[in-house]
Structures are given as structure tokens and as C-alpha cells.
């Protein structure tokens, strides 16, 4: 939070990324609305604009099914019970929905303006001041399974305040053959259930999580290490 308090300090917009774990959302909103607190009270003091700071969670979809997949894999081929294989199996590429539907719940908690917490009471303080939500961004669209649809992400996942990420192959195939209609609010009890499932099959959804973030952060860093390695070299050249 610090960092992004430090980016909100100077008027910054970004993209925060690996908000991958729903369970992370209960005291990952408050962080967010402290972000916010502080377009208030330290942005819009020096003269700033908080309308003009732009910023997306990234939540990367195919990532989350293809960690809990092979999870699901090792437990099928583990297990002695027919049932829970079975139970395994059906949750198949399912996770990176549920959990996606069931973070953009707790969003809603704070941002509809229907509902009333006391996060809801500051966000609404926020925006009369021109305070933008931190919308979720849907990235890793690209389904990794061919035996999935191609499109599974795109179209389970519409809804507002949300921005959809698509590489320029699963954009082609949206404009082609893509359906249109809000459905993120939809199969909320479905989602729910599908972590119950998972739960119940002894797979915590911390332990995947975990394994994302981690992953994230390293595979970000080796890139920013690479940038960075190209930016020496060139100026060694230049100089």
C-alpha cells in the first residue's frame, strides 16, 4: 500500500496486479478504500484532480484454472474414492470464474450504490470528490486448455466497472461469435459453492493463491530485471 500511496501522492494512474485470491478481498478492499482515503487526503490538498487518476486490480484468469487444475490432476490420480475423483473432475476449469465472480461480490460491497457498509460510506465520501473505483481487470483471457471454449472468460465475466483484457486471437474470436449480456452478477451461489467443493476435497484455496501471487511477483520481477539489464546496455553503446 505504500507504493501506491506514493503513486497516488504524484497523480499517478496504474495497473496493481495479482489480486488473484478472493480470500485476500476482506482486508484487500479496506487497503483499496485507504488508497482511495488517500486521493482525499493527500492528492486533492496539493491541487490535484483524484477524476484524472486512473487505476485496475489485474486478476489473471487462466493462471488461477490452470494451478488449481493441476492440482485437481495430482488429487484425481492420488485418490482411492471414485466419488471424490469424480467431485475433482467436475471442477475443472471452474475456479478462475468462481473466484473472479466472488471478488467482484465484495467489490459490490463498497461501490453498489444500494448497499451500505461502512467501507460503502467512505467510498461515497470519496466519490463526491471525483474519486474513480479501482476496477478489476480480467487478464489472462486466453483460455490455456483447448478443451475448454475459447471464450469462457469473456462472456461469464461482463459486467460494469470490470475492463476485459484480450490477446488479439480471443478478440478476433469475441467479435466473430461472442455473446453480450451482464453476467458477472450471475451463478453467484454456484461460485460459492464451487470453493465449498474445493474445500471439501481438502484443496484450501490459500495454498494455489499463494502459489500465484509468488509466481507473479517473480515472473515480474525477472522481466523488470530484463528491462532494466537492456536499458545498461544501450547506454553503455550510447555513451
Known amino acids: 500500500m505504500n507504493a501506491l500511496k506514493a503513486l497516488n501522492y504524484h497523480g499517478q494512474s496504474f495497473w496493481f496486479d495479482s489480486l488473484d485470491d478472493e480470500s485476500l478481498t476482506g482486508g484487500g478492499w479496506k487497503s483499496i478504500i485507504r488508497w482511495n482515503d488517500s ?20 486478476f489473471y484468469l487462466n493462471r488461477i ?11 484425481e490420480m492420488q485418490s482411492r474414492c471414485s466419488e471424490k475423483e469424480a467431485s475433482a473432475k467436475s471442477l475443472h476449469g471452474r475456479m478462475a470464474i468462481a473466484s473472479a465472480k466472488l471478488t467482484y461480490q ?68 469475441f467479435r466473430r461469435r461472442g455473446r453480450v449480456s451482464p453476467t458477472l452478477e450471475k451463478g453467484v451461489e454456484e461460485a460459492r459453492a464451487t470453493v465449498v467443493q474445493l474445500q471439501e476435497l481438502g484443496l484450501a484455496w490459500e495454498a494455489p493463491a499463494g502459489s500465484l501471487l509468488a509466481d507473479g511477483v517473480l515472473a515480474f520481477r525477472k522481466s523488470f530485471d530484463r528491462l532494466l539489464d537492456g536499458i545498461e546496455r544501450r547506454t553503455r553503446v550510447a555513451a
Open 65 to 75: 484454472d490452470t494451478e488449481v487444475d493441476a492440482r485437481l490432476t495430482a488429487l
Open 106 to 173: 465484495s467489490f459490490l460491497e463498497i461501490h453498489d450504490e444500494q448497499r451500505w457498509s461502512e467501507l460503502s460510506q467512505r467510498w461515497r465520501a470519496l466519490k463526491s470528490l471525483g474519486a474513480k473505483p479501482l476496477r478489476l481487470l480480467w487478464s489472462g483471457t486466453e483460455v490455456k486448455n483447448p478443451e475448454y471454449d475459447e471464450l469462457k472468460y469473456l462472456e461469464s465475466l461482463i459486467g460494469r466497472d470490470t475492463v476485459s483484457a484480450m490477446a488479439p486471437l480471443t478478440a478476433k474470436a
Open 39 to 58: 486521493q482525499g487526503m493527500i492528492f486533492r490538498p496539493r491541487g490535484g484532480d483524484p477524476a484524472k487518476v486512473v487505476a485496475v486490480a489485474g
